[in-house]
């Protein structure tokens, strides 16, 4: 049974950082691709950030784009999402997710590539 575990969210001040977690069980962790993806309330969840299954190619959001940094640990088996700069709009719960692939190259970006969803963790910014 694949687990997500997500952590590292909690309150920040505008223009502060934090480092997301997501640490995988039940599976060989290479076996997934991966993305963050957040939701704030009253909204769709969006799509931020994903990265392949070696980490060797990753794809963001534009409006993300030289603020967050997704990378991953095989080793350790858990996805991080550096968030820099963060803003008051970046407020919402953040959810990691995994796609089981065979594909070395392939990264996905929507809510429905993903079967497996962590449980969120949630990060204010205060202004």
């Known amino acids: 049974q694949v687990q997500l575990v997500a952590s590292g969210g909690g309150l920040v001040q505008d223009g502060g950082s934090l480092r997301l977690s997501c640490a995988a069980s039940?599976?060989?962790?290479?076996?997934?691709?991966m993305g963050w993806f957040r939701q704030a309330p009253g909204t769709e969840r969006k799509f931020l950030a994903a990265?392949?299954?070696?980490?060797?190619?990753?794809h963001y959001a534009d409006f993300v784009k030289g603020r967050f940094t997704i990378s991953r640990d095989n080793a350790k088996n858990t996805v991080y999402l550096q968030m820099n700069s963060l803003e008051p709009e970046d407020t919402a719960v953040y959810y990691c997710?995994?796609?089981?692939?065979?594909?070395?190259?392939?990264?996905?970006?929507?809510?429905?590539?993903?079967?497996?969803w962590g449980q969120g963790t949630q990060v204010t910014v205060s202004s």
């Open positions: 997710a995994a796609r089981i692939t065979t594909s070395s190259t392939y990264y996905y970006i929507g809510t429905g590539d993903y079967p497996y």
């Open positions: 039940g599976r060989t962790f290479s076996d997934f691709a």
């Open positions: 990265i392949t299954r070696s980490g060797g190619n990753t």
